[in-house]
């Protein structure tokens, strides 16, 4: 079987880490969060991926190629405008052959797509959307089911008074190429307000395939930091190339830890990395490849990414620093800021709480 990933976002909500490397792209234990993604679709027996792009689909291809590396087979199409989630899809009906997937393209999950597919074949519909519960739904699609899992209703993005039940749209779809029947190509068309309700309406059959596996949206900077702090807390099971040492740290190839370095479990620190003495890094936190944190450094909760720098005595907490920067000496980055990659922090500056340069 085949899948679709939607990859045409622009990821604004992570901005101004999204400024030069794609949402679906971000690290997540230092691996683009797309390869575990893949890693997810290969272990359930699907080869051929076709990525529906439209922002920044060069980061996708210089790191994954055709696929060949990772045993796949990948396929680009490019829209010279957004399409929608729907007409992204019906704009690669060429490369679809039969019964295929479709993925959102920022949803880290553990669900059993074998399961999901399985459920599909028993069920006959024309499509089968996987549901998950949220505490929140009035940022997704609330779908409402009958008693056979039969959809019968999308509310998307409902105010709190139109919400019916917390159980809403995953955003991983099993569907019957019939769907592309009535549409146009080169037109902007969305499943969740127009296509699935027109199916609805027609008297179509889509299901429910209800999960309970591990489903988080990583599109805004406070789940990003959850999706690798879950990663790092075993919530998600990912494969990582880092090595474990001793319980709840992960450490790459030739990386050094200096004399009273403290390091407070679990954490993830990459390859080619030195963290001098006397540094420390506080529970939580992920240090990407080829990162230095200098002695008397204090990272928390924190995520860098490659090849940043974080001088003497610099103090981060509980934020997200890109890649390529530089922290100065003695500088501050408070809970919640957000440094974009090839920033240059001067010395002793203070960034405040939730405050985004870059
Ligand atoms: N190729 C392409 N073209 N991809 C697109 C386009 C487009 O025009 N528009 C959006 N996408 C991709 C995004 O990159 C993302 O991976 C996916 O489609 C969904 O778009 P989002 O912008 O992230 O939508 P959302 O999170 O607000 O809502 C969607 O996901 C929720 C689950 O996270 C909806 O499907 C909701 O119903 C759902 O609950
Ligand atoms: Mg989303």
């Not at 999204?18 to 890693?39: A, G, R």
């Not at 860098?304 to 100065?328: F, H, M, P, Y």
Request: aromatic letters at 8%; proline letters at 4%.
């Amino acid at each position: 079987m085949k899948a679709v990933i939607l990859v045409g976002g622009e990821g604004t909500r992570l901005r101004p880490l999204t400024y030069d490397i794609p949402k679906p792209m971000v690290p997540i234990l230092n691996k683009p969060f797309m390869e575990h993604m893949l890693d997810l679709l290969k272990k359930h027996g699907i080869k051929e991926v076709v990525f529906s792009s439209g922002y920044k689909v060069e980061a996708f291809m210089e790191h994954f190629f055709n696929g060949e590396k990772l045993g796949l087979k990948l396929d680009y199409v490019v829209e010279e405008f957004p399409l929608g989630t729907a007409g992204a899809v019906k704009n690669v009906e060429k490369f679809i052959d039969g019964t295929f997937l479709v993925f959102n393209g920022d949803i880290l999950t553990d669900a059993d797509l074998t399961s999901l597919i399985k459920y599909h074949r028993e069920k006959k519909g024309i499509a089968t959307l996987t549901l998950t519960p949220v505490d929140n739904p009035t940022i997704y699609g609330v779908i409402e089911t009958d008693q056979n899992n039969r959809i019968q209703k999308f509310i998307e993005k409902p105010s709190w008074d139109r919400v019916t039940s917390n159980y809403i749209n995953a955003g991983i779809y099993v569907l019957e190429p019939v769907i592309f029947k009535e549409m146009k190509p080169d037109k902007n068309y969305s499943f969740e307000r127009q296509i699935y309700p027109d199916l609805l309406e027609r008297g179509d059959l889509l299901f429910a395939y209800k999960t309970g596996a591990y489903w988080l949206d990583i599109g805004s900077p406070e789940k990003y930091m959850k999706a690798n702090q879950d990663a790092l807390l075993g919530n998600i099971k990912l494969e990582t190339h880092l090595k474990r040492e001793g319980s709840g740290i992960l450490l790459g190839d030739s990386s050094s830890i200096g004399s009273k370095a403290s390091l407070e479990p679990p954490i993830a620190i990459g390859k080619n990395c030195v963290i001098s003495k006397g540094a420390q890094i506080g529970k939580l936190s992920v240090i990407g490849n080829s990162c230095k944190i200098e002695s008397g450094a204090v990272v928390k909760s924190s995520i860098v990414w490659d090849n940043t720098i974080v001088e003497k005595s610099a103090r981060l907490e509980n934020c997200i620093i890109g890649r390529n920067c530089l922290i100065g000496e003695e500088a501050v980055i408070e809970s919640g800021a957000i440094i974009a990659s090839s920033t240059k922090i001067e010395p002793g500056k203070v960034i405040e709480s939730g405050v985004k340069v870059g």
